[in-house]
Nanobody
């Protein structure tokens, strides 16, 4: 059974940092493209970062480029998201998501339960 379990969220002041973790089971994360997706209060889902299976190429949304870093530890089968220089607009539920490509379309097929990040002074 595929499972994704996020942790590491919390309350942080603007300018602060957090590291989110996503422990995967039931599959090997290095074989799949993995993502972080967030949902701010009252808003839709926003894709923010991806790490591919082939060599671990990373991509980021413009809103987090240069501030967030996606990575994985294959030995621990765990995905990470380092969040730096946090802003109030980064407040959201953060989800770890496995995906695949249908042509050029990114398709999400497995989601974690999410971890809440709140940025506030």
């Amino acid at each position: 059974e595929v499972q994704l379990v996020e942790s590491g969220g919390g309350l942080v002041q603007p300018g602060g940092s957090l590291r989110l973790s996503c422990a995967a089971s039931g599959f090997t994360i290095s074989v799949y493209t993995m993502n972080w997706v967030r949902q701010a209060p009252g808003k839709g889902l926003e894709w923010i970062a991806e790490i591919t299976s082939d060599g671990g190429t990373t991509r980021y949304a413009d809103s987090v480029e240069g501030r967030f870093t996606i990575s994985r530890d294959n030995a621990k089968n765990t995905l990470y998201l380092q969040l730096n220089s946090l802003k109030t607009e980064d407040t959201a539920m953060y989800f770890c998501v496995r995906s695949y490509y249908d042509g050029n379309r990114r398709m999400y097929n497995y989601w974690g339960q999410g971890t809440q990040v709140t940025v506030s002074s």
